[in-house]
Structure formats: C-alpha cells, structure tokens
C-alpha cells in the first residue's frame, strides 16, 4: 500500500519568514495530493491540494509543489502569521480505481514565533 | 450546515467497558470515514462507508472495534471490552463525490477517548 513519509516533525519559524514542508510518496499511482492544517482541539481542515498533472499551485500564501519523477510534494507558506501555527498533514490517494482511502504523513507541528 | 458532529467530546471510562461513538456527517455526503489519531501512529484510518455500505474496514485494528452506518445521517464505532490502548481521539469525516472525485474530506472536531 501506500507510505507517505514527512519532514520535519516540527518547525520553528519567526513571524514574517517563509515554512516548507516537505513529504514522499511511495505508489507512482497516486494521483492526488491534498494538504491538512490541524488547529488544536480540532479535527484536520484542508488547505491547499493537487493533481499530479499539475507541478504548483497558489492560494495567496500558500502553495504546493510536486515533483512526480521524485515522488515528492512540498507545502510553502509565505510570509508567516501566528494563525499559522497548527500541525500540518499531507496526504495522497489515488483518484480513480483507488478506493477512497487518503493516507497521511505524520504530520509537522509549525510553530509561528512573535 | 453545522459541519460533521461527533458526540460525546470526550469520553472517560474502564477498562473491559463497553464505549460507543457517534457521528452525523454533512447532509448529502455519500462517503464516511472513522480516524484514530495517536502520537505514535499519526492518523490512521479505520473503516469508511459509501452510501451506508462498509466498502473498507483492513485498518480495524482487531474484532473488538466494529462500525455501522444504519443511515445515510448517522454511523457508530463501538469498541467492546476497551482496552488503555485503545486511548486516542477518534475522528468521523465525511465526504461528497463530484465530478472531480477529490472528495475533499470534511472533519469533525473529534472525540478524546480515555480508558483507564
């Protein structure tokens, strides 16, 4: 099945600075790969997502690359607000032929510092 | 729409227990799914239903758990006896399927299980 590997397991970042996030994937099939933000005593909130026909995608701070070749897939949040801070999953699936099923990284905890 | 609600929020209880957690999903979602969430193994999924039918149950984690859906508005997990180990918050989402087929998956706020 499939494994999604994330990195780092926490970031530190000063307000105003950039984050990345980056995450593997182990099934060439996935096809899908959606982005959830985890504020706390909360359930995961998708932010961002994207299809593996498409190489980036923006939504005003926020975007996600993916290399298919390398199997990779990386958030980047600009310019940095304490709201920010949260725990961060990625995920992939298969969107067709694939069932139903998301399988999540283990997540980054994103601390935004004043 | 109020969202997907899971009742009760938290849920403290003995060991060899019965523990029973509900969920409402989204009106007009079609999919539904149960995660459990630990430090240890991140979010796992347990079962989801399309339509009220349990298509995947293989993260179950053994016949203690099971899962029903008597009704597009209502699901429960049922874990019998519980176990320590089976303490972690428990989330319901569910979800649509469009055109698209990304099925953007639409959480509830969880409940925290405790079995003592």
């Known amino acids: 099945g499939e494994n999604v590997e994330q990195h780092p397991s926490t970031l530190s970042v000063q307000e105003g600075d950039s984050a990345v996030i980056k995450c593997t994937y182990s099934d060439s099939a996935s096809n899908y790969f959606p982005w959830y933000k985890q504020e706390l005593g909360k359930g995961p909130q998708l932010i961002i997502d994207i299809r593996s026909n498409v190489g980036e995608k923006k939504d005003q701070r926020i975007a996600v690359t993916l290399n298919k070749t390398a199997k990779h897939f990386s958030l980047h949040i600009t310019e940095t607000q304490p709201e920010d801070s949260a725990v961060y999953f990625c995920a992939a699936r298969i969107l067709t032929g694939g069932g139903n099923k998301l399988t999540f990284g283990t997540g980054t905890q994103l601390k935004v510092e004043l | 729409d109020a969202g997907v609600i899971q009742s009760p929020r938290h849920e403290v209880t003995e060991m060899g227990q019965e523990v029973t957690l509900r969920c409402k999903p989204i009106s007009g979602h079609d999919y539904l799914f149960w995660y459990r969430q630990t430090m240890m193994r991140g979010l796992e999924l347990l079962i989801y239903f399309n339509n009220n039918v349990p298509i995947d149950d293989s993260g179950m984690p053994e016949d203690r758990f099971s899962a029903k859906m008597p009704n597009a508005s209502f699901s429960t997990l049922k874990i019998q006896p519980s176990e320590p180990r089976d303490s972690a918050v428990y989330f319901c989402?569910?979800?649509?399927?469009?055109?698209?087929?990304?099925?953007?998956?639409?959480f509830g706020p969880g409940t925290r299980l405790t079995v003592l």
């Open positions: 989402a569910s979800s649509f399927r469009g055109k698209s087929r990304t099925d953007t998956q639409y």
